[in-house]
């Protein structure tokens, strides 16, 4: 990029610019590895030591914001409401590489059944399967699997090493990212007459809505019967594991490594922590929080409540809970010289 602040007022709604408001800014940072030609932000007083030795050329910061030291000499201050949301809506318009443009590279297979519109791009070794349907502007970079019957929604990128099972659906604007698995046989068994395991046929489909993104390595099984939906707008970090026939509701989003085993139903905005464990056939309210490593082994039906711990609790009992275990080895000779007392009396 190559923007000045007077042009990015243009695109983004500033307050107030002090300094030179004609400096060249020719890439984007944080404060700690700017540059002089660099853009940043400031938005969290945990980094504020580094708005005071950044040698970035132009730093976003709040309105109202009162330094409390001097700011390094020729730093261009440019006030806007929110400077995280306005650095990274810049970051999207000039800082992201465009995409390779439309095209069939060399060694990738398309099954003649397959609709592929001329406004796609289908990398190298890349395949495509039978009756597979793309809408225009879909991006299949180099060695994705997209199987048979697949339909992928305009806009959307499937990014190299994701293997999409046959029948899966994909909405608009979604990002597949790099080793992702959706659509692959949930985990069904049952024990048979000699008491050993046998095969669940898994013949739903697995639906992701518009909007969605998928992290690399993250794994989304199809249905055993019907559907496994990932709702408008939700975000999946990567390496989670969604089981068959789970629902997660719009604008959830997901951290790493947790699993949600089968036929759960996740509700709308909730956000759940890294390393979740969520147990089969529960429900979890609208607007929950769940923090990182908590397991879940019953449902949460109250909406916007927070949660932590293993089992899990709300979250001011758990740190009660907590504190009181922490007293427990000061407590416990206590409690046996009480015992003796009694014992004694």
Known sequence: MNLTPIE?????????IIGDDRKTLTGFSSLAEAREEDLSFFSDARYESYLYTTKAGAVLLPVGFQPKKPL??????????????????????YGVAPLIAWGREPYSVIHPTAQVPEETYIGSFSY???QAKLSPQVWIFPFVYIGARVEIGEGTIIYPHAVIMPGTRIGRNC????????????????????RLYERIPQIGYV????EVEVGANTCVDRATLGI???????KLDNLIQIGHNVQIGAHTAIAAQTGIAGSTIVGSYCRIGGQVGIADHLRIADHSSIAAQ?????????????WRGSPAQEVRQQLLMEAIMRRLP???????????????S
């Open 8 to 16: 990015i007022a243009k695109v983004i709604r500033i307050e107030q």
């Open 228 to 234: 496994t939906r990932i709702g408008l707008g939700v």
């Open 294 to 306: 908590s397991g879940i082994s019953r449902s949460i039906t109250t909406p916007g409540k927070s």
């Open 330 to 344: 000061d407590l416990y000779p206590k409690l046996l010289e009480i015992e003796k007392t009694i014992l004694h």
């Open 72 to 93: 390094p000499e020729g730093l261009t201050q440019i006030y806007v409401k929110h400077p995280d949301q306005a650095f990274y809506s810049l970051v999207r318009k």
């Open 128 to 130: 495509i399967g039978e």
């Open 175 to 194: 990002i597949i990212h790099p080793g992702a698995i959706v659509g692959a046989d949930g985990f069904g068994f049952y024990k048979g007459e000699q």
């Open 207 to 210: 639906l992701i809505e518009d």
